[in-house]
């Protein structure tokens, strides 16, 4: 018969110690458990996301190869090379205007998209009401052409179906509105309302001219055994000079992704600091349960237990609330992305597929394993290393600790390495993620530094014989064993986060409510062709005389080699990489543009007729490693073009003035279809009348409205700010839960203290007000300090990453700092407050 299984006797003592309650773990479990969540619910989320493209990457794209080209249609032998791929359908997209018919003053920018009977390959697009895509668009005798639209649209023109629209110089009428557009997120960025025609309808409108900015895109369904990779490499070989761009289902949705990517990190970055903040909680649970049992660990130290059991002990304790805290957290995290699908429904912008996702859990719970042993070994080995009769004297937590034992110096080195390294190794990111563990890091050094500042300034202090309070309470900030240091580093870091937050949401609000209208322009004028530069001139000069009108030629075009050398994108750095993926807008000019300032090189002469010369932006030329003399090649309209770059400029593009990357010099684009496009300053009164005098005017002429661009993107900013915040308020909750264990971990020696003061003559409002001076004053040096941090950190990023000027608001900085003083006044409270009501006998019996 065999004997039952008997647990090691570290196991049963650890588990009948947590019959008598959690007490200090709960702490523990909660900041552990808020960090895990945080980690594991933004990973699930971000691979929900990723799945859900994955799965629809076809569909997103419109087929399994987009083919585009700008300006131009394929050639016959460029199509006919498309066609023997597979089953195609064409769709044209631009920007311009639209309006009621019988209104000619209510005019908006719209997505127009032309499609032919074969749209979509993949997918079905969906319109509300009893009609399809290719009833709504087809041709009825008697009347105009069909439209169908963005629900959007109706709102902001006021119309309905039925009602009719006039779009360049063609009229269609309003058939449906869309419910559902399968690749929407393939397609070009939508500065406005989705209005699908169909192809045939596309030439009637008169806005396809020489140089128009229209994209043709051909969507190719592959045939079975032919992949993506092998269809691109065939066309590229066939028509290696036609400058398209081939697209396949891995690359439907790269914006999105690049999008999604920054913002998973940035709350797996705040779930670090969760953690790390947390962390301070989990030592101080431990220090205090240590300090709740040590009458307990006293007497089996002195019964002849083995520091190694006690160790034992304690670590199993702390195991299986690691355990807990990891079931709850990773359990919570993975359910999330499934919660938020049936919660957002058809309100969520992306598709995901839920599911569990082992690798964003194992992520999450190895930040979460390697935080609780980093925070844990100190204290564990303090106490492993402490004799029975250091347990047994009464206010031996006030004596300084013994010193750490280079061993588990050197383990909690490597704990913190492994922890860093996972953090910058598994980042999107992983400069950010570095730029961000090295700021945390000097952040918990700046606020330590200044606890032991203040610590060692309220010693120098000649304390005041009167009021007592006051006196008491300085003293307690700088005794031996204070809870100064985690008051003041667990509550200033989560309140410099917030502080940052806000300054930086502030700043960018007033730069884009103030800043930039002052300086930016009324309007952007686009599809201007050549013969209607002066025509569009005269027109804005005599609808509003005092304003200011720029306007410049431009081409697109993709750069291709530098140097002779076919670009490669691995090559060019992260932030300049946007330069070398798609089409690029070149301009002439022969002198230095208005906002640019010359970095490097000289500037060609007004009158210059030699071979072409580059002037692109400093970043650009940094990212590509360019330097002055190295050749450039671009194509446009499949023609290459090779010039040497010349100079290098700075552009501030924060003036939304009319500036490009990329300058060429006069001449270079002699013969190549052009637009132009232009800005408009006036003052706000004339704005309307220009509207009036270009729109009506020139229908193929696109007029952005700075104006209603401004407010789209400060109404995104506002909801991205609010999500930031959000996610960033559980790091300012674990600071709280962590002063809330610093003052639980000093609660026996508060009850002593008062019991002693008590028996001395202090009475109740006494020991009030001295523990009001005491977290008053840890609370306002947490909250100065986070203020100082948080507005540092802003300017930092204003200044080197958004280029935009520091606003800071004195208001909202001191309500912050009075934030600071109530929670570190009320959690100080709840935490000590039983030790203004303890009756003295009882203690006294036990001292």
């Given at each position: ?118 749209y979509p390959l993949v997918g079905t697009l969906t319109v509300q009401g009893p009609l399809t895509l290719a009833q709504a668009l087809a041709a009825v005798p008697g009347e105009p052409p069909g439209a169908v639209v963005a629900p959007t649209l109706a709102a ?209 719970a190895g930040f979460g394993m390697l935080s609780a042993l980093l925070f844990t070994w100190i204290p564990l080995a303090r106490a492993r290393a402490l004799p029975a009769a250091f347990l047994l004297r009464p206010g031996a937590e006030a004596l300084l600790p ?446």
């Amino acid at each position: 018969m065999t004997k039952p299984l008997r647990l090691p006797l570290s196991t049963r003592l650890a588990l009948r110690d947590l019959r008598g309650g959690l007490g200090s773990f709960r702490l523990f479990l909660a900041c552990l458990f808020l960090g895990i969540l945080t980690l594991a619910g933004a990973g699930s989320f971000d691979r929900a996301v990723k799945a859900g493209l994955a799965d629809n990457a076809r569909t997103l794209l419109g087929g399994d190869l987009a083919v585009r080209l700008l300006h131009r249609l394929p050639t016959d032998a460029e199509q006919a090379s498309l066609d023997a791929l597979g089953p195609t359908t064409r769709v044209a997209e631009l920007r311009t205007m639209a309006r009621p018919e019988a209104d000619a003053t209510r005019r908006v920018l719209v997505q127009l998209k032309a499609v032919d009977p074969a749209y979509p390959l993949v997918g079905t697009l969906t319109v509300q009401g009893p009609l399809t895509l290719a009833q709504a668009l087809a041709a009825v005798p008697g009347e105009p052409p069909g439209a169908v639209v963005a629900p959007t649209l109706a709102a902001r023109l006021g119309v309905g179906v039925g009602d009719r629209l006039r779009i360049g110089d063609a009229t269609v009428v309003l058939r449906a509105f869309i419910a559902h557009e399968p690749d929407a997120l393939a397609g070009a960025f939508q500065m406005g309302p989705r209005v699908m025609i169909a192809a045939d309808t596309l030439a009637q409108t008169g806005l396809i001219r020489p140089g128009s900015l229209v994209e043709y895109t051909t969507l190719i369904r592959l045939p079975q055994g032919i992949s993506p990779a092998t269809a691109k490499a065939t066309l590229t070989r066939a028509h290696p000079e036609a400058g398209w761009r081939i697209r396949g289902p891995d690359e439907a949705s790269t914006g999105v992704q690049s999008f999604l990517d920054r913002l998973v990190l940035f709350l797996v970055l705040v779930g670090l600091a969760t953690l790390l903040v947390g962390g301070i909680g989990v030592a101080n649970a431990i220090t205090a349960h240590l300090e709740g049992r040590r009458p307990t660990l006293a007497i089996l130290k002195s019964v002849g237990a083995s520091s190694g059991l006690v160790y034992r002990v304690v670590l199993t304790q702390v195991a299986l609330m690691t355990g807990l805290a990891l079931a709850l957290g990773l359990g919570l995290g993975a359910a999330l992305p499934a919660l938020a699908i049936e919660a957002l429904g058809d309100a969520l912008p992306l598709p995901a597929r839920a599911g569990v996702y082992p690798g964003a859990l194992a992520l999450a719970a190895g930040f979460g394993m390697l935080s609780a042993l980093l925070f844990t070994w100190i204290p564990l080995a303090r106490a492993r290393a402490l004799p029975a009769a250091f347990l047994l004297r009464p206010g031996a937590e006030a004596l300084l600790p013994p010193p750490l034992p280079w061993r588990d110096r050197g383990a909690v080195a490597l704990t913190a390495l492994a922890l860093v390294g996972l953090a910058v190794a598994t980042a999107s990111d992983p400069r950010l993620a570095g730029w961000f563990v090295a700021g945390t890091l000097a952040a918990f050094a700046l606020f330590r530094g200044v606890a032991a500042l203040l610590m060692a300034g309220v010693r120098r202090l000649p304390l005041p014989a009167r009021p007592t309070a006051l006196r008491l309470g300085l003293a307690a900030v700088a005794r031996p064993g204070a809870s100064t240091p985690t008051v003041v580093v667990s509550l200033g870091l989560g309140l410099s986060v917030l502080v940052t937050i806000a300054v930086v949401e502030r700043s960018l609000n007033a730069h884009i409510a103030q800043g930039l209208p002052e300086r930016a322009p009324g309007f952007f004028l686009l599809d201007i062709q050549p013969d209607q530069v002066d025509p569009v001139r005269a027109a804005i000069e005599t609808s509003a005389p005092t304003a200011t009108l720029q306007m410049a030629d431009m081409v697109r075009g993709r750069l291709l080699a530098v140097n002779g050398v076919p670009i490669n994108e691995e090559t060019v750095a992260p932030d300049a990489r946007w330069a070398v993926r798609g089409d690029r807008g070149f301009t002439t000019a022969a002198t230095l543009p208005t906002g640019s300032t010359l970095v490097r090189g000289a500037w060609w002469p007004a009158d210059y007729q030699g071979p072409p010369l580059f002037s692109v932006t400093e970043d650009i030329a940094r990212g590509m490693a360019l330097k002055l003399g190295d050749t450039i090649t671009v194509t446009i309209l499949g023609r290459a073009l090779t010039g040497t770059l010349a100079a290098t400029r700075r552009v501030d593009w924060t003036s939304l003035g009319m500036n490009f990357a990329f300058v060429v010099s006069p001449g270079a684009f002699a013969g190549a279809p052009r637009t132009w496009i232009a800005t408009v300053h006036a003052p706000a009164a004339e704005l309307g009348a220009i509207e009036q005098a270009v729109g009506g005017g020139f229908s193929n002429v696109s007029i952005i409205d700075v104006r209603e661009v401004l407010a789209q993107v400060g109404a995104i900013l506002g909801q991205v700010s609010r999500a930031v915040q959000g996610a960033a308020a559980l790091t300012l909750v674990t600071g709280v839960l962590v002063l809330a264990g610093a003052f639980a971990a000093t609660q026996r020696r508060r009850l002593r203290e008062a019991v002693t003061l008590k028996v001395l003559g202090a009475t109740r409002p006494t020991l009030a007000a001295a523990f009001a001076v005491e977290y008053g004053l840890m609370g306002l040096a947490a909250g100065l300090i986070a203020s100082g941090v948080g507005v540092g950190a802003a300017w930092a990023i204003l200044r080197f990453g958004l280029s935009t000027p520091l606003v800071v608001a004195p208001g909202g900085i001191a309500a912050l700092v009075s934030l600071a003083l109530v929670l570190s006044l009320a959690t100080g409270f709840a935490g000590t407050g039983r030790a203004l009501g303890i009756r003295a006998a009882p203690l006294l019996r036990d001292a």
